[in-house]
């Protein structure tokens, strides 16, 4: 498994658990995360604030189905369940673009799609 692979695995694990520093360990500082169609953020303040959203409650479930790797980006696919604080229980399909500079995760790329 390469380094950037290794190191996506380590995020996805700090989310599955809500593990905020294992998180923010595997990002650069100016880190981006732009989740499509929802909000973006910009620095590891601004992502923090993102991993465990007021809205959401619990750690979300991550299935990962595939990962496919070029160069400095790192792409998986899967689907996830969640719960919201008012809507209860749901579940997702995902794909995540992860961009690496100097070895960690500079930008995220986030697409979800809710199933029934």
């Known amino acids: 498994m390469s380094d950037q692979r290794h ?3 380590e995020y ?3 989310f599955r ?3 905020h520093a294992r998180i923010l360990a595997t990002l650069t500082d100016d880190v981006e995360w732009v ?3 929802h909000r973006t953020t910009h620095g590891k303040a601004e992502f923090d604030g993102e991993i465990e959203n007021p809205a959401f409650t619990g750690s979300p479930e991550l299935e990962v189905h595939r990962v ?3 160069g400095p980006v790192v792409v998986t696919t899967g689907e996830g369940r969640g719960a919201t604080a008012e809507h209860g ?3 997702f399909a995902f794909n995540d673009l992860f961009t690496f500079r ?3 995760i500079a930008r995220v790329d986030s697409y979800i799609v809710p199933l029934p």
């Open 89 to 91: 229980p749901f579940r």
């Open 68 to 70: 496919f790797e070029d």
């Open 12 to 14: 996805l694990d700090g």
């Open 102 to 104: 100097d070895g960690l």
């Open 7 to 9: 190191l996506v695995e």
């Open 35 to 37: 989740i499509h169609g």
């Open 17 to 19: 658990a809500s593990d």
